[in-house]
Antibody, heavy 117, light 113 residues
């Protein structure tokens, strides 16, 4: 069974870079069976897709986040990562990493990241 | 971007009764190459991550009870819970995966009346 676990700082200062990692077990990055991605959910609000990476290295991100998003894969560590730069209080949210395809989706338990000085 | 609009925002249904949630996309999510609707439904219980219930608009994920069903095509979709159980209390989201950026509806909160 595919499992994912987010890790990273729970508190980030305004204007700094949010960095999260996702450790994957039960699946390989190199099969092309899934996109590896991130979504987020501000407290009490809905879901927003941040972006994803495919096994080819191609990345996709939500234009609403402009050029602040970077997603990368480290296959040797079975991890993929999210970096979101120049954060503000509006970036405070639970961040979920996940693996999805046209017919499946698995999401981690989520990591709350608070942006505050 | 494809905008997903859900209705209602919330609904309260008696145990054993039917719950119906609607989702409308701002453009068709039916792909002509395979005649499939790129529309999914998720369930999110308090404090948990979203759980995929239905994909291709009407195909239940393995293990999902058959009281959950999805229907619709093109731009209009429905999630139906045929007989509401206590464990179905949650927020339900539709999501299109026809094109990037993937987008979600605003969510529908289902409660027990």
């Amino acid at each position: 069974q595919l499992q994912l676990q987010e890790s990273g700082p729970g508190l980030v200062k305004p204007s700094e870079t949010l960095s999260l990692s996702c450790t994957v077990s039960g699946a390989s990055f190199n099969t092309g069976s899934h996109y590896w991605g991130w979504i987020r959910q501000p407290p009490g609000k809905g879901l927003e897709w941040i972006g994803s990476v495919y096994y080819t290295g191609d990345t996709y991100h939500n234009p609403s986040l402009k050029s602040r998003v970077s997603i990368s894969v480290d296959t040797s560590r079975s991890q993929f990562s999210l970096k979101l730069s120049s954060v503000t209080a509006a970036d405070t949210a639970v961040y979920y990493c996940g693996a999805y395809s046209s017919s499946s989706a698995y999401w981690g338990r989520g990591a709350l990241v608070t942006v505050s000085s | 971007d494809i905008v997903m609009t859900q209705s209602p925002d919330s609904l309260a249904v008696s145990l054993g009764e039917r719950a119906t949630i609607n989702c409308k996309s701002s453009q068709s999510v039916l792909h002509s190459s395979n005649n499939k609707n790129y529309l999914a439904w998720y369930q999110q219980k308090p404090g948990q991550s979203p759980k995929l219930l239905i994909y291709w608009a009407s195909t239940r994920q393995s293990g999902v009870p058959d009281r959950f069903s999805g229907s619709g095509s093109g731009t209009d979709f429905t999630l139906t819970i045929s007989s509401l159980q206590a464990e179905d209390v949650a927020v339900y989201y539709c999501q299109q995966y026809y094109s990037n950026p993937l987008t979600f509806g605003g969510g529908t909160k289902v409660e027990i009346k």
